[in-house]
């Protein structure tokens, strides 16, 4: 049956369950272990940090996100820098600045790839597969 009404919007802390992921193990009985948002933005930062990470991926483990696309810009001093769309889930906007993403990214990231200029969106293009057209962001920019 349709229904015209929307959820609710999440409000999860670092202690709410994120995934729960299920194994047979090697006694052949499920097991389930609880993973809470701060363990999986412990684990997505660790693994950026030890295999190094895309832009991308290291902004989005940054705040809750759900998109983030990173795309260079006209820079006076260098020419050219890194700029960072971001699209925030519904239920964090107004709470994240551009400076809490920017300086959470110089504190986590190569300081070439961090970016120096931080854009909110309401969405970006994507490609019918659900990838961000980040070539079409690229033109919009004049670059």
């Known amino acids: 049956m349709a229904t015209t009404q929307s959820p609710a919007p999440l409000r999860n802390g670092p202690r709410d369950l994120a995934v729960l992921p ?3 193990g090697t006694t052949g009985l499920p097991k389930g272990c609880m993973h809470p948002h701060a363990s999986i933005m412990h684990q997505a930062v660790a ?5 190094g ?3 991308e991926n290291v902004v989005l483990a940054a705040v809750p996100m759900f998109h983030a696309c990173v795309i260079a810009t ?3 001093y260098r020419g050219e820098t890194v700029k960072a769309i971001v699209v925030l889930r ?3 906007r107004g709470t994240v600045c551009e400076q809490d993403i920017i300086g959470w990214c ?3 990231m190569a300081v070439y790839k961090a970016p120096r200029v931080v854009q909110f969106a309401d969405a970006l293009p994507l490609s019918g ?3 961000v057209l980040w070539r079409q962001l690229q033109e919009q920019e004049g670059i």
């Open 47 to 51: 693994n950026g940090l030890v295999n």
């Open 53 to 55: 990470a895309s832009a």
């Open 129 to 131: 597969t659900g990838k």
């Open 22 to 24: 299920y194994t047979s």
């Open 90 to 92: 519904p239920a964090v």
């Open 74 to 76: 006209r820079d006076p």
């Open 106 to 108: 110089h504190d986590n």
